[in-house]
């Protein structure tokens, strides 16, 4: 299932659009739903890492002072 959605864009970026569907034989849609669709999946998944972070934060789930020590331990390089 589908629907429509109307979408406003600056002129320059119509044109863009226009020259990459006729270069990919793909429509204007077609590539709009797509970018939206990446859009859309990319930030839902921020924003679930996102409150996943916090829920562990609001649950004192942190790393202890010695974990943080012995990691950065291991990235440790000595510029001399």
Do not use: C, H, P
Request: net charge negative; charged share 30%.
């Amino acid at each position: 299932m589908s629907t429509t959605v109307t979408v406003r864009l600056e002129d320059d970026i119509k044109d863009r659009l226009d020259r990459l569907a006729s270069a990919t034989q793909r429509s204007k849609s077609f590539l709009a739903a797509e970018a939206i669709r990446a859009f859309v999946e990319n930030n839902e998944w921020q924003i679930a890492e996102t409150e996943a972070a916090i829920r562990e934060a609001d649950a004192g789930d942190f790393a202890s002072e010695s974990e943080v020590s012995a990691l950065a331990g291991k990235w440790r390089v000595n510029a001399r």
